[in-house]
């Protein structure tokens, strides 16, 4: 991609309004546009960072052999209502609105019941289970608080998937297996060192649920770790005999500042019985069924990634969700001989299948370089005329600021 082909610009300051660092850097490089409080556009490179994070969850999930799907936004309120889910007073993010045609809906925040309620259609007998299903979707909520940028928006991506199991065993065999799957999401994404399984309340018929807490000094929540036991509590169970339980004492346990990337929910058979999802088990009685679900924040995430990786001089992206793994920037641009040379390798970088974003702008060095850092690629690679003097190209990684000066040969079996 020339840079002189991306309508989107850098720009000096932020939205006055916009409290949180995430979102800050993010308006700032062009990766999104604020339209009100939580709520956020994805500009071209910022949609391809969520591409990316959503193309490692999607390869994760369907190893854990689901179906990705898409739900629909609109819910009906009868839904919600069997399971004593739509007054305001028991789900407090609900946005709703009346049709005009008469009655309600509401916007999903979440998708258990329309999706239980669907799969009445497709699990009849033992024999269809297990299986699990999943989407990626903008959920809604009407957030009271929204000044976590990207942290917690009002509309907001998250992978939302479903499991449905005739069996405990069956059930807790995808549970633990997607317990997996999001580590290998989180250590893809560069925070599987400190990222952490937490045990929180609310599971329905086990005693917990999981969360999945990476430390993050802007995150809302206060997770009590102990490093070397890889032990995580919630702040909600840690005062609790749960402590027992998990082998470790209070004093044990460090308070550190958590954002939750990820959770995961044991329904049991409650949910099941609520909507009206049975089967037929293998001696022919109707049993409903086992269910769990399981969330993961995309646009959080990207938000996270942010804040734990950002330096003072902009974004540092993780190279498995960078927009593009280089920034070629071509200095010096008014020498036609400079600007051909730079042109010829963008060409070959990228017919070697190197992404590339080709700073091919007529602007001063210093600015240039600011807004590289700012962009935050893995790796910059300078085209000047004193490389051009000396034949060779001044490669710095964006993470580490490690500075070195390749030829083209070099340039090119480094980044192959
Ligand atoms: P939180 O406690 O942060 O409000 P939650 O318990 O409401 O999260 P879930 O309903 O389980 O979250 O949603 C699954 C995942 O979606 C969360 O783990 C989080 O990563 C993400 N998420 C939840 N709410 C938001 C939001 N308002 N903005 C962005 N991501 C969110
Ligand atoms: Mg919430």
Redesign the pocket.
Known sequence: MRQTKLFTKTQKEAPSDEEALNAQLLIRAGYIHKEMA?VYQLLPLGLMVVQKIKQIVREEMSDLGTNEMLATSLQPKELWQRTDRWDDEKVD?WFKSALQAGGEVGFG??HEEPLANMMKNHISSYKDLPLGIYQFQN?L?N?VR?KSG?????E?I?K?AYSFAATEEQHEDFYTRSQTAYMNVFKRLGIGDDTYMTYAAGGAFTEFSH??QTVCEAG??VTYINKEKGVAINEEVVDTADLEALGVTKDELVATKT?????I?NFGRSKAEEVGLFFKDENGERTPVWMG?Y???I???MGVLVEKMADEKGIVWPESVAPYKVHLVALNTDDQEISDWADGVYSSLKDQGITVLYDDRDARPGEKFADSDLLGLPYRVVVSKKGKEAGTFEVVTRATGEVRNLTEEELYADFS
């Not at 954002?259 to 959770?263: D, I, K, M, W, Y």
């Open positions: 939580g993010v925040w979440s959920k909520r957030e929204a990207m942290m917690r928006g009002r907001f998250m939302d969360e999945f809302e929540d954002a939750e990337v990820g959770n929910f679900s969330g993961i924040g646009t959080r995430l």
